[in-house]
């Protein structure tokens, strides 16, 4: 078939005057109203984290951080994390194997209740696992008599965690995966090569970029949930409170500076993992592009 | 209703699609553009069309005319210019009927026709592309060549001034393009349009148009009637581009040309003197012996004898410098050559034309 | 359920399936069914009490009002940043892409305190709108903001690709048979485009239904006023009502659910829509 000369449709948005375009006026409105209304909604917000956190200079700034609450409150968001974004990422390329590379029945209603946690209030999320191990839960007497803790303290934050970040690493990947199809393994297969080989040597590198882009918003979002973490944590200063609890708690003490100082962390950590995916879809692209 | 373009240039950054080309197209003629990919062809039409625009500041100014009036600043949307696009361009949300309609209803009310008009011509267009059965239809639902006739029909319902097909038959498969064109050309006998198809198909252009147009590097190399422009070629790449060919470099001299140990008599217009020569040739213009006919004939080897299909192709190695060529014989003369591969032949050239060489061509396979 | 369509050579079906729906039933279906489980101890009275007391009936009123107008803002304006994005070039386009992901990678609180210290009435975009007699913070306008910012992402993200893929030649033929480029945009690509648009804005809803970490901060919680439902349900929970929480979550679970499988038929139709040409 012939293909049609790419010069013959040039890019969309060079100088070239085209048939098919609005007058400068309409697109000089446009991106108006769309800067208009992402600075009222995304530019502000985002200036005002680090407007806040530096209004009293860079001193209070960092003096936030060398409160010992304030660290206990980092250190247990980055211990929830460590637990809940491994477990996913090994639930996610186990599910997106399953679903990926095999044909079995009920693989819509699989997919289906994966999601399941995205369409969940993060207050519900926190709310049914209070209801399975809180003090009048289904487990609580049971883990009264054994002198285990789970509402209230660490595992309960890191279970909530968990809930929350379920679907990232498998939503990513499944549709990645069933679009590889099953033809490359097949083809390690009939070379000698092992399952474990044929997974590791095979599968990983075409899914890697979509596995680190999972795996980035998953941490993403482990490290800033609040209100599935909130419901379990009972709030107690240094023990309980991740960096999201522990902003709000210095907010509503007017301790302005310090909340803002502590949101700044997190605000980095979502540029940070804005930048990557950026890079990651970059190298994505680069990679499926064909090569001249 | 005439279409004339006059000193066209489009550059698009560094590469110059259209390079100060004019071109007349009478009222009711169907003109094909014939021309490789990149030649310009399809920017030609496209800047017929509205969707494109001339460099503006050129010198002399370009100009688009439709009936003798300028409309080189017109956009396509007020130029009723029928546009066929090669994928057909149809608008999946919209069944057949209403694809066809869609040029009808967009119409500002004072011109627009009533349903009952837009409902009558409709169906009679449909009754044209002979899908009158399927107006309810999604675009989804047809097959390639259902969708470019409905894809005609939707330009014609807003009776275009003249129609602009381009590569209208080039994502359809051999048999329906065959027939699709021998549609297209008595369509065109009925309505008569003015209408100008692109298409590097060369078959194609010779076989529907009226007058075929080859473009090359963005510029037009040669206007004629198809048989014109076979017989005659303006220049090399003309008759390269048009049909198989074979090609032999010599040297020429005061009208005498030699190739390899073989002197061809040329009674070309070949002024150049001591000059190297591209010989060409049509793998059909010339006779194969077993004996030598004069000094003119060229032996050669028989590598290979394809005896499929209505003629014979054999694939020959000259015996002077191992140059390859092709010929054909129709299956009586093969019969009478009674020779097998891997026995020799004389070659006597019938028909050659001579250009001063030019190895910017590409040349096929058997060149030497 | 759940069981092969055919036989093939890759290893590792029985594990991976098995350790799926494991690992789905012990972290997701198990701790959901509690919720279930945990109404059905209340009679139909009470729970029917429970989930239409006045104050809960205002806090329907107010999630399920703001989401909607949330959503139809960002179904707009979505709209409008994607065609900007995909249609035109201008400085800081690519910077401007990927900063439409913040508020999903920004946390919840770190947004609602954002947004609280900029629309509060001394704030850089809430003193001048307070000039203009409009109260932005802890009034239904600040829950509004708040559920905006969420679901900013979610049409655009629908939207852009469907864009991309548009086919010029297209517009180019509706243009050749005379429209205008009015006419090119509402009767040819808001048609291709209304299923990625409905898509993403039953996705903005839904996401806006459930939201608290960047709501309580802005809204003031005024009871009757501005009170969301998951900030009624941590509300009773914090007064041991356990199963009076527990019935607000399932209203809100059954409507999350019915939502999920509207959002789910809408892809399918967008799906089927984009791959018929």
Known sequence: ?292 | MSVEVRHLTKTFGKFTALNDVSLRVESGELVALLGPSGSGKTTLLRIVAGLEFPDAGTNPASQVLYHDEEVTNLPASQRRAGFAFQHYALFRHLTVFENIAFGLRIRPKATRPDDATIHRRVTELLQLIQLDPLGNRYPSQLSGGQRQRVALARALAVEPKVLLLDEPFGALDAKVRKELRRWLRRLHDDIHITSIFVTHDQEEALEVADRVVVMNEGRIVQVGPPHEVYDQPANAFVFNFLGNVNLFQGRMAGGRVSTGDTEIFVTDESDATDAEAAIYFRPHDVRVTTEPMGQNSIPARIRHANLAGPLVRLELERIDNQGRFEVELNREQWKTLARQPGEQVYVDLQRVRVFAADRTIPVNDFSI | ?277
């Open chain 3, 1 to 277: 359920m759940f069981t092969r369509r055919r036989h093939d050579v890759l290893p590792g079906f029985r594990l991976t399936l098995g350790y799926t729906l494991f690992y789905l039933g012990l972290i997701v279906l198990l701790p959901l069914s509690a919720a279930f489980i945990k109404t059905s101890t209340l009679t139909w009275e009470q729970f029917w009490s429970a989930v239409t007391a006045p104050r809960v009936l205002a806090s329907y009123r107010l999630t399920f009002g703001a989401s909607l107008f949330a959503a139809t803002a960002n179904l707009i304006f979505g709209l409008l940043v994607a065609w900007v994005l995909v249609r035109y070039e201008f400085w800081g386009r690519s910077i401007i892409d990927a900063l439409v992901d913040l508020p999903f990678a920004l946390p919840t609180a770190v947004a609602g305190i954002a947004l609280t210290t900029i629309y509060a009435p001394n704030g850089w975009l809430g003193a001048p709108l307070a000039a203009l007699g409009i109260k932005v913070a802890f009034t239904p306008i600040g829950v509004f903001i708040a559920l905006t910012f969420i679901g900013l992402p979610f049409v655009v993200r629908t939207v852009q690709p469907v864009l991309e893929d548009l086919d010029a030649e297209v517009e180019e033929a509706a243009a050749s048979l005379g429209a205008t480029r009015w006419q090119i945009f509402h009767r040819i690509i808001l048609p291709l485009l209304t299923p990625s648009l409905l898509t993403g804005f039953a996705m903005a809803f839904a996401r806006a239904l459930g939201e608290y970490g960047s709501v309580v901060f802005i809204s003031g919680n005024l009871p009757m006023k501005t009170e969301i439902t998951p900030l009624l349900i941590i509300t009773k929970l914090e007064q041991y009502d356990y199963a009076g929480a527990t019935a607000l979550a399932v209203v809100m679970l059954v409507v999350s659910f019915c939502l999920l499988f509207t959002i789910n038929m809408l892809q399918w139709w967008s799906s089927r829509f984009q791959r018929s040409n």
């Open chain 1, 1 to 292: 078939m012939h293909a049609p000369s790419p010069l013959a449709h040039p890019a969309k948005s060079g100088s070239q005057r085209r048939a098919t375009a609005e007058p400068p006026w309409v697109r000089r409105t446009l991106i108006g109203i769309a800067l208009v209304f992402l600075g009222g909604f995304l530019f502000i917000p985002l200036a005002a984290v680090f407007t806040e956190a530096l209004a009293k200079g860079f001193s209070a700034y960092f003096a936030a951080f060398s409160d010992r609450v304030t660290m206990a409150s980092i250190e247990l968001t980055l211990i929830a994390a460590a637990i809940a974004v491994p477990l996913n990422l090994v639930f996610g390329v186990t599910a997106a194997w399953a679903i990926a590379k095999f044909d079995f029945y009920g693989k819509n209603l699989l997919i289906t209740l994966i999601d399941l946690p995205f369409s969940v209030s993060p207050v519900i999320s926190g709310l049914i696992y209070v209801l399975l191990f809180g003090a009048q839960g289904w487990f609580g007497p049971w883990m009264m008599d054994h002198d285990l803790k789970i509402i209230f303290a660490i595992p309960g934050i890191v279970l909530a965690t968990i809930f929350v970040t379920f679907p990232f690493v498998a939503r990513e990947l499944i549709p990645l995966m069933q679009a590889q199809g099953r033809t490359e393994e097949e083809a390690a297969l009939t070379l000698g090569a092992t399952g474990w080989q044929t997974f590791w040597r095979v599968t990983v590198p075409n899914i890697k970029w979509g596995l680190l882009y999972g795996v980035i918003l998953c941490n993403a979002r482990a490290m800033g949930e609040f209100g599935a973490v909130s419901v379990v944590s009972g709030h107690i200063r240094g023990r309980t409170n991740t960096m999201p609890l522990h902003i709000e708690i210095l907010y509503n003490e007017y301790n302005f500076v310090a909340a803002f100082a502590v949101a700044s962390l997190l605000t980095l950590l979502a540029l940070v993992t804005l930048g990557l995916k950026t890079w990651v879809q970059f190298n994505a692209a680069a990679e499926d592009a064909p090569s001249h």
